[in-house]
Nanobody, 116 residues
Framework: QVQLVESGGGLVQPGGSLRLSCAAS????????MSWYRQPPGKERELVAS????????NYADSVKGRFTISRDNAKNTVYLQMNSLKPEDTAVYYC?????????WGQGTQVTVSS
């Protein structure tokens, strides 16, 4: 079955970095666009970054442009989110999502907390 497993979250000080990973299985990963979303405490889930199936195209929320980088390794069925210069407002549960046409699947999420 389709499975997306996020990892790499944790507690980091402001200005620090984390790299999130999302390992995919149960589908042809290289055929799917992938995205990272986040849901801050008490707020709606929001799109952070997305990447095309080949990795040639990426998009970012304005709030993370220049600080976050999405990438993928189709040989490893994994999508990454490199997060630099982290701010307290980046605190959220981060989810990865696979999408192709009308099909979409979500991971279970990983907590990122930015605090001194």
């Amino acid at each position: 079955q389709v499975q997306l497993v996020e990892s790499g979250g944790g507690l980091v000080q402001p200005g620090g970095s984390l790299r999130l990973s999302c390992a995919a299985s149960g589908f042809t990963f290289s055929n799917y666009g992938m995205s990272w979303y986040r849901q801050p405490p008490g707020k709606e889930r929001e799109l952070v970054a997305s990447i095309s199936s080949t990795g040639a195209g990426t998009n970012y929320a304005d709030s993370v442009k220049g600080r976050f980088t999405i990438s993928r390794d189709n040989a490893k069925n994994t999508v990454y989110l490199q997060m630099n210069s982290l701010k307290p407002e980046d605190t959220a549960v981060y989810y990865c999502k696979a999408k192709r046409g009308g099909f979409a699947s979500w991971g279970q999420g990983t907590q990122v907390t930015v605090s001194s």
